[in-house]
Structures are given as structure tokens and as C-alpha cells.
């Protein structure tokens, strides 16, 4: 061996052998009280062991005696047998489990039968009975598997420990994931080219002298480490999974260690052949849903007592029903909720129809449309509706007189690989039910699985239920929209027969008068064009044409006092103003022409009526007043501006709410000063529309 790399070799496992002995002297000394904790006492004798190890991996390092190699290998097998031993005690039972063993027994096992075996090869070369070739070989072969599954057990404890004592853990698992990685990548390329690489091994014990620091302060956070552990399903489902593909992985590098062995000058060729077909193979078989499936329900059935773990199947199944985008997709998410219970690939919803006469496919996944519907009093759904029972298909077929004088339909017969209806049960009413296909692997629907299932159709039932309560609440809205629509609607229609009624009682007398006629063409063009706008605004929705312009005023006022002229009213009009103000201009004018004909309703005949016009600060302001009868401080305040709220009786009381509205969308106000007996006088006051007339550039200059 060079000298550099026998120096290096020396600080490297020099630095080991000194770490381990201060972690061992403080776990003694400052540490926890070791002689009552069975932790501890192991820690402590993984720390001595290591000790020993790295001090064995020192002398080689020196002599190159192959009995220090021996011991060297002896030690760190000694080593990983107390590593395993300290997490298997990390890992045992505390309290109450719901697992038969709380530990898969086939892992403490496997754990032992390395332990012991790796001894026995020690003591086989040292006896003599292996040739040292051989020796090497099995070394290498043995040093990975150790590796592979203390990655495992170091997994397994990180997944089952509760979340109050991760943080103890912590350092200990990253310390051993970094140590027993290392060995991975150091054995596998010894296999992979039948040699122990001296640079990667040099570089073990610094490895081991920088992950030390680690288990010492994992040691410092739990003096009497983890005593919340549990096991869970899904631990227990990665753990197994990783250790299978790890031997696989294992068996795969064996056979590709012998064909390259074997197979002369094909032989590299033969073995990364065999390689990328092992990963090709293990890749399809962990993406394969049929492999998850098998190892879930095998994992259920033999380690646990019960199959399913159920806080993580609610929160699964939970946060599946939250996670659509709208409520047509929510169907489609009940059925895989259901269906990822029982490994189900595919299934369909039955929905009751508005009417609850009959129930129709509402969604499906991976399965055919299906047009039949079901009646509400079949005997399908009688029997759902009585028992609440999942129907077993499968179980029905054999033995019927399970299920009493229950007939599945025709349909239903016809349905490919319908295997569980699960009803959707909400009180004493049934929304609907799902039908489920076979399921990836061979499951026992016995009582967990149905208790389970009835238990999330309920949940699901709820969540339809409020589904449809939420459509059906839109579209009382839109109902109530369109109402709302018409009744404005109404209320301009109104106004317009108002108007041609009154042309018509005058056209007896006015007939032959020409301008009469003229004016009659124009009232009768107006209301046509009128009535066309309404009828746009009730079918489509749609707010009047035109965008938010300047509207003149004082022009609408006196049209408006035109108008009531030619009805036979007097309107005093005072304009002090010509204001310009925002707002669609034939809506501002029905709104004040509203005011002006309340006004005039409210006052005797003769009575004064009048509306002006002026500039308050940066508001037009329009007062529309009278002298009528009044209204109480009550009325204005409760029932004035409330929709189908009148004094008259013909009237529909749509107006003022109307046009309060209007005049708050244009950043307006209405204000009523009234009392019976003394008249009303109403003040609009409207954002002023500026128009400016000189340049920016000229107010600088001007400045």
C-alpha cells in the first residue's frame, strides 16, 4: 500500500476510532442514566463496537495482516448486528397497537440471519474451510445486503415515528442514512467489478468521523429516545416494498455477477444487458397498479389486525371529494373515492333525478355510458333503501338467498365487471349509488370493507346533497334575477301604456290637427323603440346600450317638462346651472321623470309641482318637490325605497327602488325631506361630468 494512501487511510479510521470512543465515554459519563435505559444500554454498545471496529480497520491499515482483516470484517459485522438490534428496540412496541406484531417479524429476522451469517463467514476463512477468493466474493455480497437493510429499518423508523418526536430522530436516521448509503455505493461497486475500490474504503472512516457529531446530538434531544412510535400501514407497505426491490435488486446483481463471469467475451456485454432488463422490470411492477394493490392488501391482511388504516383513508378519501373544480366533476370524484378503497379500476353514479322518480348514470369512470334509468321503486332500490347494504354481485350469484328477494336488473347484468353497489345514503333518503368493477387483486369484502364503505357513501350522500342544494339555490337566483328584471320591465311597460292610452283618449278630439298626427307618429316610434330595448334587456340580460356618457341636464328636464305639458300638467322648471352629469342618458331620464310623475300623482289637480337645477361643490344637484299630501318619517324610512313598496294603487312600487338604485351605481345620492299634509321635495345629486378644455401642458405654463 502507498504511503499517502496509507496515511490517509490512518486519519480516516484514526478520527473513527476517536469519535466512537468519545461518544461512548460521553453516553457513560454525561449522557443519560444508561444503566436503567435498555436504549441506551445498546446505544452504548454499538458505540463500543464501532470502537473496536474502526480501531481493527486501523491496525489493517498499518500491518495488512490478513487476520486483521478478518477481525476488520468481523467487527463490522458485530457492528451491524448492533445497529440492527438498537433500531429493531427503537421500533418495538410501547403501549397499545392495533398491529399483530408491531414489527414485521420477517425483518428482525432476516436481520439475525445476517447477523449470524456473516459471523460464520468470518470464522469459515479464518478456519480455512473457504478459500479467500471466495471469502471475498461472499464479503462483498454480504456487506450490501447488510447495508440494504439497515436503509430499511432507518426508513421504517423515520415513517412510524410520531410527529412530537421527529425531531428527536432526526439526526440519529440521517447519520445512519448517510453511513449505510455509503456502504450501498461501496459494495455494489465492488460487485459490480469484483474489487473493494482502497480510495472509496479510505474515505469510510471519515464517513463514519463526520456522522458522529450527529448521533450525538440525536443522543442530547432524547435521553430516553423515541417512545411515540407507531407503526402504520403505509410504513409498513414502503418498508416492505423497499426491501423487496432491494433483494430483487440483490438476486439481479448476483446473476449478472455469474453471467459476466461465466460468459467469456459476451460476458460485460450479457451483464448490462441483464441489468437494464432487471430495472426495466422492477420500474413496470412499482408503476404497476396491480403490484400496489397486492402489496396493500397483503400488508393488511398478515401484519395488521385491522385492514385498513382509517385516518389515512378519511383524509384520502376527504381530500378527494375537495378537490373539484366544479360541481359536474365532484360525481366523478366520489366514484374513485370509493373505488381507491376497494382497488377498484373503474365505476359509475346513479344520481335521482329531480322528479326522485328515477335514477340516471350522472357520471362514470373508465366504464361504458350506460342510458338506462331505475326506477325510484324497483327492487334494487328498495333494497338499498331498506338495509343500506353493499351489494356484493359476486357474493350474489352464488348465494341469493343472502339478500332476501332482491332482483338486479337487466342493465345492471349487462354492466362489465360490476362487482359492489355501495348506496349513497343521506338520513332516510338515498341520493343515489355507485357501482364499482372488480377490483386489481383478489379482496375479502367482509364487514370492515362494508362498514367502511356505507360509512364514505354517507359522506359522499352529504356532499351530493349539498351539491345540489347549491344548483338548485343558483338557479332560484337566477329565478329571482329574472323576476327582478321583469319588474322593471313591467314597470317601463306600464309607463309606455300609460303614455299611449292618454294619445289615444286625445286623439278623438285631435285628429285633423297636424301637428297632433306628427306628434302621435313620434309617441308611437318612441314607445315601439322602447319596448324593443325591453324586450333585449328581459332576454339577454343586458344593461341599456350606450356606455356611461355625459348627459345634459338641463336638456332632460325640459324634456321631461314637454312631455307633462302635453298631458295637461304644468311643470315649473328653474335652471340655475347647465350642468353636465354621468349616467346613460335615457335612464337618467326616466328615473327624473319618475320623480316628476310621483310628484304629480301626489299633488291635487293645480297643484304646484316644480324641478331645478343647480351646482353643489362638485355635484349637480335636482330637486323634484311638490306640494301633495306627504309621507311619514316611517314610510320614507321603511318602505320607500323597497322593492313592491306603493301609496298608490295602481302602482307596482318599483320605481323608487329603481331609480335609488340607479342613482347609487353612478356614485349618486337621494335625499327625501317630506311630511303629510306639507308635500315632498326629493334631492338627486349626481357626479359632475368634466369636461376640460385646455391641455395640461397649458395649466403648467400657466402656473
Same mark, same amino acid.
Not at 39 to 68: E, H, N
Not at 199 to 216: C, K, Q
Not at 589 to 594: A, D
Given at each position: 500500500?502507498e504511503?499517502?494512501s496509507?496515511?490517509?487511510?490512518t486519519w480516516?479510521?484514526?478520527?473513527?476510532?476517536?469519535g466512537?470512543?468519545?461518544?461512548w465515554?460521553?453516553?457513560i459519563?454525561?449522557?443519560a442514566?444508561?444503566r436503567?435505559?435498555?436504549?441506551?444500554?445498546?446505544?452504548v454498545f454499538?458505540?463500543?463496537?464501532?470502537?473496536?471496529?474502526?480501531?481493527?480497520?486501523? &491496525?489493517?491499515?498499518?500491518?495488512?495482516?490478513?487476520?486483521?482483516?478478518?477481525?476488520?470484517?468481523?467487527?463490522?459485522?458485530?457492528?451491524?448486528?448492533?445497529?440492527?438490534?438498537?433500531?429493531?428496540?427503537?421500533?418495538?412496541?410501547?403501549?397499545n397497537?392495533?398491529?399483530?406484531?408491531?414489527?414485521?417479524?420477517w425483518?428482525?429476522?432476516?436481520?439475525?440471519?445476517l447477523?449470524?451469517?456473516?459471523?460464520?463467514?468470518? &470464522?469459515?476463512?479464518?478456519?480455512?474451510?473457504?478459500?479467500?477468493?471466495?471469502?471475498?466474493?461472499?464479503?462483498?455480497?454480504?456487506?450490501?445486503?447488510?447495508?440494504?437493510i439497515?436503509?430499511?429499518?432507518v426508513?421504517?423508523? &423515520?415513517?412510524?415515528?410520531?410527529?412530537?418526536?421527529?425531531?428527536?430522530?432526526?439526526?440519529?436516521?440521517?447519520a445512519?442514512? &448517510?453511513?449505510?448509503?455509503?456502504?450501498?455505493y461501496?459494495?455494489?461497486?465492488?460487485?459490480?467489478?469484483?474489487?473493494?475500490?482502497?480510495?472509496?474504503?479510505?474515505?469510510?472512516?471519515?464517513?463514519?468521523?463526520?456522522?458522529?457529531?450527529?448521533?450525538?446530538?440525536?443522543?442530547?434531544r432524547?435521553?430516553?429516545?423515541?417512545?411515540?412510535?407507531?407503526l402504520?400501514?403505509?410504513?409498513?407497505?414502503?418498508?416492505a416494498?423497499?426491501?423487496?426491490?432491494?433483494?430483487?435488486?440483490?438476486?439481479?446483481?448476483?446473476?449478472?455477477y455469474?453471467?459476466?463471469?461465466?460468459?467469456?467475451?459476451?460476458?460485460?456485454?450479457?451483464?448490462?444487458?441483464?441489468?437494464?432488463?432487471?430495472?426495466l422490470?422492477?420500474?413496470?411492477?412499482?408503476?404497476?397498479g396491480s403490484?400496489?394493490?397486492?402489496?396493500?392488501?397483503l400488508?393488511?391482511?398478515?401484519?395488521?389486525?385491522?385492514?385498513?388504516?382509517?385516518?389515512?383513508?378519511?383524509?384520502?378519501f376527504?381530500?378527494?371529494?375537495?378537490?373539484?373544480?366544479?360541481?359536474?366533476?365532484?360525481?366523478?370524484?366520489?366514484?374513485?373515492?370509493?373505488?381507491?378503497?376497494v382497488?377498484?379500476?373503474?365505476?359509475?353514479?346513479?344520481?335521482?333525478?329531480?322528479?326522485?322518480?328515477?335514477?340516471?348514470?350522472?357520471?362514470?369512470w373508465?366504464?361504458?355510458?350506460?342510458?338506462?334509468?331505475?326506477?325510484?321503486?324497483?327492487?334494487?332500490?328498495?333494497?338499498?333503501?331498506?338495509s343500506?347494504w353493499?351489494?356484493?354481485?359476486?357474493e350474489?350469484?352464488?348465494?341469493?338467498?343472502?339478500?332476501?328477494?332482491?332482483?338486479?336488473?337487466?342493465?345492471?347484468?349487462d354492466?362489465p365487471?360490476?362487482?359492489?353497489?355501495?348506496?349513497l345514503?343521506?338520513?332516510?333518503e338515498m341520493?343515489?349509488?355507485?357501482?364499482?368493477?372488480?377490483?386489481?387483486?383478489?379482496i375479502?369484502?367482509?364487514?370492515?370493507?362494508?362498514?367502511?364503505l356505507?360509512?364514505?357513501?354517507?359522506?359522499?350522500?352529504?356532499?351530493?346533497?349539498r351539491?345540489?342544494?347549491?344548483?338548485?339555490?343558483?338557479?332560484?337566483?337566477?329565478?329571482?334575477?329574472?323576476?327582478?328584471?321583469s319588474a322593471?320591465?313591467?314597470?317601463d311597460?306600464?309607463?309606455?301604456?300609460?303614455?299611449?292610452s292618454l294619445?289615444?283618449?286625445?286623439?278623438?278630439?285631435?285628429?285633423?290637427?297636424?301637428?297632433?298626427?306628427?306628434?302621435?307618429?313620434?309617441?308611437?316610434?318612441?314607445?315601439v323603440?322602447?319596448?324593443?330595448?325591453?324586450?333585449?334587456?328581459l332576454?339577454?340580460?343586458?344593461?341599456?346600450?350606450?356606455?356611461?356618457?355625459?348627459?345634459?341636464?338641463?336638456d332632460?328636464?325640459?324634456r321631461?317638462?314637454k312631455?307633462?305639458?302635453?298631458q295637461?300638467?304644468?311643470?315649473e322648471?328653474?335652471v340655475?346651472?347647465?350642468?353636465?352629469?354621468?349616467?346613460h342618458?335615457?335612464?337618467?331620464?326616466?328615473?327624473?321623470?319618475?320623480?316628476?310623475?310621483?310628484?304629480i300623482?301626489?299633488?291635487?289637480?293645480?297643484?304646484?309641482?316644480?324641478?331645478?337645477?343647480?351646482?353643489?361643490?362638485?355635484?349637480a344637484a335636482?330637486e323634484v318637490g311638490?306640494?301633495?299630501?306627504?309621507?311619514?318619517?316611517?314610510?320614507?324610512?321603511?318602505?320607500?325605497?323597497?322593492?313592491f313598496?306603493?301609496?298608490?294603487?295602481?302602482?307596482?312600487?318599483?320605481?323608487?327602488?329603481?331609480?335609488?338604485q340607479?342613482?347609487?351605481?353612478?356614485?349618486?345620492?337621494?335625499?327625501?325631506?317630506?311630511?303629510?299634509?306639507?308635500?315632498?321635495r326629493?334631492?338627486?345629486?349626481?357626479?359632475?361630468?368634466?369636461?376640460?378644455?385646455?391641455s395640461?401642458?397649458?395649466?403648467?405654463?400657466?402656473?
Amino acid at each position: 500500500m502507498e504511503t499517502t494512501s496509507v496515511a490517509l487511510t490512518t486519519w480516516s479510521f484514526g478520527l473513527a476510532a476517536f469519535g466512537y470512543l468519545v461518544l461512548w465515554i460521553y453516553l457513560i459519563s454525561f449522557g443519560a442514566n444508561w444503566r436503567s435505559g435498555v436504549r441506551t444500554r445498546r446505544m452504548v454498545f454499538v458505540a463500543i463496537i464501532s470502537t473496536l471496529w474502526a480501531s481493527a480497520s486501523l &491496525f489493517y491499515a498499518f500491518s495488512g495482516q490478513a487476520l486483521a482483516l478478518v477481525a476488520t470484517s468481523l467487527t463490522d459485522v458485530a457492528k451491524y448486528g448492533g445497529w440492527y438490534v438498537f433500531l429493531v428496540t427503537l421500533l418495538a412496541p410501547t403501549g397499545n397497537s392495533n398491529a399483530k406484531p408491531f414489527l414485521p417479524a420477517w425483518l428482525p429476522a432476516i436481520c439475525w440471519i445476517l447477523v449470524i451469517s456473516g459471523l460464520g463467514l468470518q &470464522f469459515s476463512v479464518a478456519l480455512g474451510l473457504i478459500s479467500p477468493e471466495d471469502w471475498l466474493r461472499a464479503l462483498i455480497f454480504h456487506g450490501l445486503a447488510e447495508a440494504v437493510i439497515g436503509l430499511v429499518l432507518v426508513e421504517q423508523l &423515520f415513517r412510524t415515528v410520531s410527529e412530537d418526536s421527529l425531531w428527536n430522530v432526526k439526526p440519529l436516521c440521517l447519520a445512519l442514512l &448517510f453511513q449505510f448509503a455509503f456502504d450501498v455505493y461501496l459494495f455494489s461497486d465492488a460487485m459490480m467489478f469484483s474489487r473493494i475500490d482502497g480510495d472509496t474504503l479510505t474515505v469510510r472512516g471519515f464517513v463514519h468521523a463526520m456522522t458522529i457529531p450527529l448521533l450525538m446530538l440525536a443522543t442530547e434531544r432524547a435521553r430516553d429516545w423515541t417512545s411515540k412510535i407507531r407503526l402504520s400501514q403505509k410504513a409498513v407497505f414502503h418498508s416492505a416494498t423497499l426491501l423487496l426491490a432491494g433483494l430483487y435488486l440483490l438476486f439481479t446483481a448476483g446473476v449478472g455477477y455469474y453471467v459476466r463471469y461465466f460468459g467469456g467475451e459476451w460476458g460485460r456485454i450479457f451483464q448490462l444487458a441483464l441489468i437494464f432488463a432487471g430495472l426495466l422490470v422492477l420500474s413496470v411492477l412499482l408503476v404497476s397498479g396491480s403490484m400496489r394493490a397486492r402489496m396493500k392488501v397483503l400488508v393488511g391482511k398478515h401484519f395488521f389486525r385491522y385492514r385498513y388504516d382509517y385516518r389515512e383513508e378519511w383524509l384520502r378519501f376527504t381530500q378527494t371529494l375537495t378537490e373539484q373544480n366544479s360541481p359536474q366533476t365532484l360525481g366523478q370524484q366520489v366514484i374513485r373515492g370509493l373505488a381507491n378503497m376497494v382497488e377498484s379500476p373503474a365505476g359509475a353514479l346513479w344520481l335521482r333525478e329531480a322528479d326522485h322518480m328515477t335514477y340516471r348514470q350522472n357520471a362514470r369512470w373508465n366504464l361504458p355510458e350506460c342510458t338506462s334509468e331505475e326506477a325510484h321503486d324497483s327492487s334494487l332500490c328498495r333494497f338499498l333503501l331498506v338495509s343500506g347494504w353493499v351489494v356484493n354481485l359476486e357474493e350474489y350469484r352464488c348465494y341469493p338467498a343472502r339478500y332476501s328477494d332482491l332482483d338486479i336488473p337487466a342493465w345492471l347484468s349487462d354492466l362489465p365487471n360490476a362487482w359492489l353497489i355501495v348506496p349513497l345514503m343521506a338520513g332516510n333518503e338515498m341520493q343515489g349509488f355507485v357501482i364499482l368493477a372488480s377490483s386489481r387483486t383478489p379482496i375479502s369484502v367482509n364487514w370492515e370493507v362494508n362498514d367502511l364503505l356505507r360509512a364514505a357513501g354517507c359522506q359522499a350522500a352529504s356532499y351530493l346533497a349539498r351539491m345540489q342544494a347549491t344548483e338548485a339555490l343558483l338557479e332560484v337566483r337566477k329565478f329571482d334575477a329574472f323576476n327582478k328584471m321583469s319588474a322593471f320591465v313591467v314597470h317601463d311597460l306600464k309607463n309606455i301604456v300609460t303614455q299611449l292610452s292618454l294619445m289615444l283618449k286625445n286623439a278623438e278630439r285631435h285628429r285633423d290637427n297636424p301637428e297632433f298626427q306628427q306628434d302621435m307618429l313620434m309617441t308611437v316610434d318612441h314607445a315601439v323603440e322602447r319596448m324593443r330595448q325591453l324586450m333585449m334587456q328581459l332576454r339577454e340580460g343586458a344593461t341599456p346600450p350606450g356606455g356611461i356618457c355625459g348627459v345634459n341636464l338641463a336638456d332632460v328636464i325640459q324634456r321631461i317638462q314637454k312631455d307633462k305639458m302635453k298631458q295637461g300638467r304644468l311643470i315649473e322648471v328653474q335652471v340655475r346651472d347647465r350642468l353636465i352629469a354621468r349616467g346613460h342618458e335615457e335612464r337618467l331620464e326616466r328615473v327624473l321623470g319618475h320623480l316628476v310623475q310621483n310628484a304629480i300623482d301626489a299633488s291635487p289637480p293645480g297643484g304646484r309641482v316644480w324641478a331645478s337645477l343647480e351646482r353643489r361643490n362638485d355635484k349637480a344637484a335636482i330637486e323634484v318637490g311638490d306640494n301633495g299630501h306627504g309621507m311619514t318619517q316611517e314610510f320614507i324610512r321603511d318602505r320607500l325605497f323597497r322593492p313592491f313598496q306603493s301609496t298608490k294603487d295602481a302602482g307596482m312600487g318599483i320605481g323608487a327602488y329603481e331609480s335609488a338604485q340607479y342613482v347609487r351605481e353612478l356614485g349618486g345620492d337621494m335625499q327625501v325631506d317630506s311630511a303629510p299634509g306639507r308635500g315632498t321635495r326629493i334631492t338627486v345629486t349626481l357626479p359632475l361630468f368634466i369636461i376640460r378644455t385646455e391641455s395640461d401642458l397649458h395649466e403648467q405654463e400657466a402656473a
